[in-house]
């Protein structure tokens, strides 16, 4: 069964304080990795997709590497206006169908 | 661009009641669409998947059902609401067939479902 584990649950970073988000991931047979952003009480918001390990993807703050078990998002000099629920989600090859499997995501809360 | 659009917001129901909810997307052709349940401190689960009109494949045993009347509408009812049946409800959009295969999903707003 595909497994999608992300940690910390909760992170708490001061304004301009640079972190990074853990994926760890168990897929038989990986097709992509998403990065999703979602704010309170709305939809997932699609940030990146990653294919093989090795490849990177960067928007504004954000960047997004992978391994063959783990992503990283990496968030440099974060602002308040980062703040949000990051979700990992990865697509298996198996199937008929775009399978995909999320985790329960990080929250993020940027200080001022 | 395309858009998604998952109607309505909130919504309070009794136990008992009937649902529907409603998706309609805008800007591309044949995608494929999905109903998907957010638990609070659980990942989202996938609920339903389409790849076309009157397809529908179902994930998850339950009370709930959906339909796709035409291309780019998707429907998600239930003739008698649970407790359990409350959550948040998104609708989700990807290129369909002849597209890549590993596009991304493009997620609605989210319908907040509480039944009292």
């Known amino acids: 069964e595909d497994q999608v584990t992300q940690s910390p649950e909760a992170l708490r970073l001061q304004e301009g304080e640079s972190s990074s988000l853990n994926c760890s991931y168990t897929v038989s047979g990986l097709r992509g990795l998403f990065w999703y952003r979602q704010d309170p009480g709305k939809g997932p918001e699609f940030l990146f997709t990653l294919y093989s390990a090795g490849e990177e993807k960067e928007k504004e703050r954000l960047k997004a590497t992978l391994t063959k078990k783990e992503s990283f998002l990496h968030i440099t000099a974060p602002k308040p206006e980062d703040s949000a629920t990051y979700l990992c989600?990865?697509?298996?090859?198996?199937?008929?169908?775009?399978?995909?499997?999320f985790g329960t995501g990080t929250k993020l809360q940027v200080i001022p | 661009s395309q858009t998604i659009h998952q109607w309505p917001a909130t919504l309070v129901q009794p136990v008992g009641s009937p649902l529907s909810l409603e998706c309609t997307v805008e800007g591309t052709s044949n995608p494929n669409l999905y109903w998907y349940r957010q638990a609070a401190g659980r990942g989202l689960q996938l609920l339903f998947y389409s790849v076309g009109i009157g397809q529908i494949s179902s994930e998850v045993p339950q009370n709930l059902s959906a339909s796709r009347p035409q291309d780019r509408q998707f429907i998600l009812s239930s003739k008698k609401l649970l407790l359990s049946d409350s959550g948040f409800y998104l609708c989700?959009?990807?290129?369909?067939?002849?597209?890549?295969?590993?596009?991304?999903?493009?997620f609605g707003n989210g319908t907040r479902l509480t039944v009292t």
């Open positions: 989700a959009w990807s290129v369909g067939p002849g597209g890549s295969y590993n596009s991304p999903l493009h």
């Open positions: 989600a990865v697509q298996a090859s198996t199937g008929g169908y775009q399978k995909v499997t």
